[in-house]
């Protein structure tokens, strides 16, 4: 069927520029169902500006975005939302006030179909839909393994946990392509396994895409398909991580013109 | 038995329960008992309020409950959905004016239509009122204010903050002048019009039936033959059957996908977007639900004080329930009823204790002695910070304004000490007695 053979998402050539500052900068790739695609590059390179642009937090000034075949520039982040494009954030976006169950029903939202009113009622048709989904809400808390946090306001919890809600929060949204943006920054090695393991297991078990934004070089070499290298807004390199690691525009990005690929390779490039 | 494990249990359901433990259940219940019990002057019981309140104490109660509906309203906008209104009164005003327009009485008939009274086409005495029920005037107050409320989003939801604040602000005086120029909806700018009374019949109010309503909740009167009620014993029981039905209706809000959404809103708009709510179309529902809460609860304030002028919409109004927002605890229900309980019984709790000391005053002993050092005449040579006569101006200050400073100093102690106000401490009393006797 063609339909398998079509990329999920294609990305076409995208420049985004805020006044004179152009943050991305001629950008484009494509992800195929059930893949496990890598964006990385320095820090201010635009990685996070494309995933806005792919959610329509942004809007890039030209290029297309195009989902399933379709362009989806210039919709609103909820009417993506609703095409089954999920994400997580940088610098965790939960909602702080609101119970775990709470945040993650919220992904439940586009699932939902009762109304206010019928909300306001409660008894009958918004009942049942709450209950069916709270029951789709446990299953995800089981799979990430955060029972005993169910009840707790989500600002009170440990960082580590805050960022596995998030992506409890995005699954629940029964997405196609989930964006990862540093799912494991500022973690631990225990817990960079952990969510690793989620990662792999979110793939091999529910068959959703991911795009994936890391600076551990070390955990996207081992699970990404394939990576896509930005710097400075400019795309320089795409491939397998292989092909990737021994790119010299890559290296050079990463730790300047003057090493070579063997300094480069010690410097924490070998996987 | 689940009576010793609270928290065990068994569906998701029960989980999701507006009182989800027997504990709650059980307290709520005993807690309306006992209100119905003092209402209906139980002896002993009804001793409790009679000391705080006064004996008059029913009525600033019954008020009080009027405010816990509009107070629930706001909490929607600025408590849940995180949008900071001081237009409140208006929509509060805009449900009071549609009450009377369909319940009031009215001598203008569908010469109303043409609206103006200062274009010479009325009479400047005329007014306009279809003198029809309340199940028909009470629901309309609050269509009339959701509708305003839309009205008004396609603005309110493109700012926030402190520039929504301003916006509302501006409302509030467009509403104030609005009633001041059509007189014929609102009443004389001074004295304003008469609301409809609290009665429910089937069908309109005319010269014929005037006075036998099938309920009426403002005279005095007796139900099922041998219970015998005052008026606002009566309107008690109606506002209290009132407030529950709002409060369960904003709980069910609360704990539904609309309210959930709403929150996230509130919490991370983008976050929220990104999650696929559509932020502006919930903003504007938002405004809608508390605009609607505060047209039922403005039509009632109207009818309870029977006559109103436009000038009674006004800031202060509508800074009054920020007031309970804050002390009360914004985003929760129990919260909005506690501060509303607290802020609206406060003044009259304050009179209550200027009177006691007053009487006190005259007596001698230790408790006279405090009373004369509290209280004073207003004259320079006695520093008692109440002043008893109502011409007092600067220092001391008379009750009403001492009432000013207290809200003032609430505010401005719970913003520091505990945000999530009175249901913040709640919560901690709470936690304290779930772990008692270990500290953690």
């Not at chain 1, 710097?231 to 890559?250: A, H, R, Y």
């Not at chain 2, 109004?317 to 920020?322: G, P, R, S, T, Y």
């Not at chain 2, 002695?369 to 320079?380: E, H, V, Y």
Request: charged residues 20%; contains cysteine; aromatic residues 10%.
């Amino acid at each position: 069927m063609s339909i398998q053979n079509q990329p999920l998402l294609e990305v076409e050539d995208i420049t985004l520029r805020f006044g004179g500052v152009t943050a991305i900068d001629g950008v484009g790739f494509h992800v195929n169902p059930e893949e496990l695609f890598a964006i990385i590059g320095p820090n201010g390179a635009g990685k996070t500006s494309i995933f806005n642009s792919i959610s329509q937090v942004y809007r890039p000034q030209e290029g297309d975005i195009r989902w399933r075949g379709d362009s989806i520039m210039g919709q609103r982040p909820d009417a993506v939302a609703r095409l089954g494009i999920a994400r997580t954030f940088q610098n965790i976006a939960l909602f702080g006030n609101m119970t775990v169950i709470d945040n993650i029903l919220t992904g439940r939202h586009i699932q939902m179909k009762e109304s206010w009113f019928a909300g306001m009622k409660w008894f009958g048709a918004a009942k049942k839909e709450e209950m069916e989904n709270r029951a789709r809400v446990e299953d995800i808390v089981d799979f990430l393994e955060i029972q005993p946090y169910r009840k707790m306001p989500v600002s009170l919890l440990p960082y580590g946990i805050q960022k596995r809600v998030e992506l409890g929060r995005a699954l629940a949204m029964d997405p196609d392509l989930l964006l990862l943006d540093e799912p494991v920054a500022g973690m631990n090695l225990e817990e960079t396994e952990d969510m690793a393991r989620f990662i792999l297991d979110i793939r091999s078990e529910l068959g959703i895409s991911m795009i994936l934004v890391e600076h551990d070089m070390g955990l996207v070499m081992d699970i990404a398909d394939r990576i896509l290298v930005v710097d400075f807004g400019k795309p320089i390199g795409t491939g397998l991580p292989d092909e990737v690691q021994s790119n010299p525009d890559v290296i050079a990005a990463y730790l300047g013109e003057d090493f070579s690929q063997d300094a480069g390779a010690a410097a924490g490039f070998s996987s | 038995m689940a009576f010793n494990r609270p928290l065990l249990r068994t569906s998701y359901a029960e989980d999701a329960a507006i009182l989800p433990t027997a504990f709650q259940k059980g307290a709520v219940g005993i807690a309306l008992l006992l209100l119905s019990a003092m209402a209906l002057d139980v002896p002993i019981v009804s001793a409790i309020p009679k000391f705080l309140l006064g004996n008059t104490w029913l009525s600033p109660f019954n008020n009080m409950l009027i405010f816990c509906v509009a107070a629930l309203g706001i909490n929607i906008l600025v408590g849940v959905t995180g949008q900071v209104s001081l237009g409140h009164s208006f929509f509060m005003g805009v449900g009071a004016y549609a009450a009377v327009l369909l319940g009031g009485d009215g001598s203008g008939g569908l010469a109303c239509v043409p609206f103006h009274a200062q274009l010479g086409l009325l009479e400047r005495t005329t007014r306009c009122g279809l003198a029809l029920p309340i199940w028909i005037w009470l629901p309309a107050a609050g269509l009339a204010a959701a509708a305003v409320g839309i009205l008004v989003s396609p603005v309110a939801v493109r700012v926030r903050g402190l520039y929504l604040a301003i916006v509302t602000v501006g409302l509030v005086f467009i509403g104030q002048h609005i009633g001041v120029m059509l007189p014929e909806f609102a009443g004389d700018a001074e004295s304003g019009r008469r609301w409809p009374p609290l009665e429910f019949r089937l069908w309109r109010r005319n010269d014929g039936n005037e006075d036998n309503p099938l309920i009426n909740f403002s005279e005095d009167g007796t139900w099922f033959g041998f219970l015998e009620l005052s008026d606002s014993q009566k309107s008690f029981f109606f506002l209290l059957g009132v407030v529950l039905f709002a409060t369960v209706l904003a709980k069910n809000l609360m704990r539904s996908r609309t309210g959930r959404a709403l929150q996230a809103i509130r919490d991370r708009d983008v976050a929220a977007e990104v999650m696929g709510v559509p932020e502006r179309e919930y903003k504007r529902l938002g405004f809608a639900i508390s605009s609607a809460y505060a047209g039922v609860g403005g039509a009632l304030f109207a009818v309870n004080l029977s006559r109103v002028g436009p000038p009674e919409w006004s800031l202060l109004l509508a800074v009054d329930f920020i007031a309970i927002l804050l002390i009360g605890g914004a985003g929760t229900i129990a919260g909005t009823l506690m501060g509303t309980f607290f802020v609206e019984l406060l003044p009259d709790f304050v009179e209550r204790l200027t009177e006691s000391q007053s009487e006190a005053a005259e007596g001698s002993g230790v408790g006279g002695a405090i009373a004369r050092f509290l209280l004073t005449d207003g004259s320079r040579n006695d520093f008692g910070p109440i002043a008893t006569s109502a011409q007092a101006f600067g220092w001391p200050l008379p009750v009403p304004l001492w009432n000013f400073v207290i809200y003032g100093v609430l505010i401005v102690v719970f913003l520091i000490a505990e945000p999530l106000g009175l249901f913040g401490i709640w919560l901690r009393i709470r936690n304290y007695w779930k772990g008692w006797p270990f500290s953690y």
